[in-house]
């Protein structure tokens, strides 16, 4: 299927690792130009190069702490205009809400919440101003799944929801697709130390964490790839009636519900 993405650029946040990195491949695989920015500049070199080595694009690096004051404003200035961004930096702590005090909490939400946020006003209105554009926002079932031992990325995650639902709900008068995709869990460094954490606290042992995996659907989190393949598709042309939704890929655990 050929997604017509090749020539496009696309500006990917918390790129060198994880489901970013993976999607910076992805994007590059479809022939599309990157501006990849997080906080390890080596992580990010090292990404480049191997890119570079497989794929005929170009990437610009932007090593940046998204959740300093004036970061977005910094990254904007420097990146100028893209086709794509996609908003994927942030990792919101888990534990309940005696686990999490508030500076760990506003911590998390400055680099996610309100670096999503801010992102999406700077280059909305770039992408405005060129014609057009398409913004992905990374969240998480979190925002669906109200789990107390995640206080704080649960209440995050669910106002990013909101907030792409309501930016997106309109956005096609403007020629700009605003979209969420919500991961379960994913087989990322950041799940197992999760599980780990959760097997330790409820369990006595993190090295039994594989018993919390074996729960999943199909025993398994999901590949990256089940996740990075989806948002390249969004991106492309041939979902262009698609704005202002939510698409949930966690193997149907935030489905798994009763009344009893």
Wanted: with cysteine; hydrophobic share 40%; proline share 3%.
């Amino acid at each position: 299927m050929d997604l017509k993405l090749s020539g496009k650029t696309v500006l990917i946040t918390g790129a060198s690792m994880g489901i970013g990195e993976h999607l910076a491949e992805t994007f590059a695989q479809e022939g599309v130009d990157l501006h990849l920015t997080a906080r390890s500049a080596e992580k990010l070199a090292a990404l480049k190069q191997r890119i570079e080595e497989k794929f005929d694009v170009t990437v610009a690096l932007h090593p940046i702490d998204l959740s300093e004051p004036g970061a977005a404003e910094t990254l904007s200035e420097a990146v100028g205009p893209v086709d794509i961004l996609v908003n994927n930096a942030g990792a919101i702590p888990s534990g309940s809400l005696w686990d999490v005090d508030e500076a760990a909490w506003r911590k998390g939400w400055d680099l996610k919440v309100f670096g999503y946020i801010n992102l999406c006003r700077l280059f909305y209105a770039k992408m405005k101003q060129a014609g057009g554009g398409v913004i992905l926002n990374n969240i998480g079932n979190g925002g669906e799944v109200f789990d107390p031992k995640y206080i704080a990325g649960t209440s995050g995650n669910a106002s990013l929801m909101a907030f792409t639902r309501a930016l997106g709900g309109h956005s096609l008068d403007d020629n700009i697709r605003v979209m969420g995709i919500n991961p379960g869990p994913v087989n990322t460094d950041r799940i197992y130390n999760m599980l780990k954490k959760r097997a330790a606290s409820d369990l006595g042992d993190e090295s039994r964490y594989t018993e919390l995996e074996k729960s999943y659907p199909l025993s398994r989190p999901a590949h990256k790839h089940e996740i990075s393949d989806l948002i390249v598709f969004l991106a492309s042309f041939r979902s262009g009636y698609t704005s202002g939704t939510i698409f949930t890929v966690d193997g149907g655990i935030s489905s798994r519900r009763s009344i009893i």
